[in-house]
């Protein structure tokens, strides 16, 4: 739990997704790693759109990354 935890707060998403995935088939009702897991995807997703639109301003392709910054709002639009 507490190795899942540090990846969340180094924003390691992937990392901290498979500690949590396999803490919680061990030991389904362990305090609140369900709803770690549903905010650890929540917040890779939002990391993903940000990195893509990054890298798409970076190339000049200033539509696409409009398209991932408009996605990223709709999912959470104080994402920061």
Not at 11 to 29: G, N, Y
Request: proline letters at 1%.
């Amino acid at each position: 739990y507490n190795n899942g935890v540090t990846a969340i707060r180094q924003e390691k998403w992937s990392d901290a997704l498979t500690i949590l995935q396999t803490l919680r088939q061990e030991k389904p009702d362990y305090e609140d790693v369900g709803n770690l897991i549903i905010m650890v995807r929540h917040l890779g997703r939002l990391s993903d759109l940000l990195a893509t639109a990054n890298q798409q301003i970076a190339d000049a392709k200033y539509a696409d990354a409009i398209e991932k910054i408009d996605e990223l709002i709709k999912l959470d639009e104080e994402f920061k």
